[in-house]
């Protein structure tokens, strides 16, 4: 995944899908991980939850589907 810019990839941890919004060198992303949100909130039900998570755990998702 390194070739690509990772902000707005689909990525698979697992189970989960989420998105990447991002990268070591950004406030609190640690060295070797990407943030990544789930589509989850917060307490305050506003501020979006983003998940901290290393690098060799994520799989580009390469293809979606739109939908209006």
Do not use: N, S
């Not at 990772?6 to 189970?15: I, K």
């Not at 060198?25 to 305050?44: F, K, L, N, R, S």
């Amino acid at each position: 995944m390194a070739d690509i810019h990772p902000l707005g990839q689909f990525v698979r941890v697992g189970d989960e899908l989420g998105v990447i919004v991002g990268y070591h060198g950004m406030p609190d992303v640690p060295e070797d991980h990407y943030a990544i949100w789930y589509g989850q909130v917060a307490a305050d039900g506003v501020t979006p939850l983003v998940r901290t998570v290393p690098v060799e755990y994520c799989v580009l998702v390469g293809k979606h589907e739109l939908y209006h």
